[in-house]
Nanobody
Framework: QVQLVESGGGLVQAGDSLTLSCAASEHTFSNYMVGWFRQAPGQEREFVATIGSIWSGSRTYYVDFLKGRFTISRDNAKNTVYLQMNSLKPEDTAVYYC????????????????WGQGTQVTVSS
């Protein structure tokens, strides 16, 4: 059982940057694909980005409309995956979740086995 804990959310202004962290309890976290999803108020949860395991060279995939602003990365020594978010916009306001499992490039919730509780990101205009 992999336990995931997100952190780094908060209230920022439009144009600011924020880095979210997803820390895992599992020391073999590097073997897992990890994704970030987000859920805005009144909206369905949507895919943001995913990063492959150490065995897939940590390849990254992004939802098209966030490419260039968001960057997913991982530090396997720290069992942590990050989501760097730049030039934040009010429409980025959401609860951000990390998830582990799935296959390379997985962008559907059902493909992930483990989920964190989420961290709130609020972007003011």
């Amino acid at each position: 059982q992999v336990q995931l804990v997100e952190s780094g959310g908060g209230l920022v202004q439009a144009g600011d940057s924020l880095t979210l962290s997803c820390a895992a309890s599992e020391h073999t976290f590097s073997n897992y694909m990890v994704g970030w999803f987000r859920q805005a108020p009144g909206q369905e949860r949507e895919f943001v980005a995913t990063i492959g395991s150490i065995w897939s060279g940590s390849r990254t995939y992004y939802v098209d409309f966030l490419k260039g602003r968001f960057t997913i990365s991982r530090d396997n020594a720290k069992n942590t995956v990050y989501l760097q978010m730049n030039s934040l916009k009010p429409e980025d306001t959401a609860v951000y979740y990390c998830a582990a499992g799935g296959t390379l490039g997985a962008d559907r919730e059902a493909e992930y086995d483990y989920w964190g509780q989420g961290t709130q990101v609020t972007v003011s205009s």
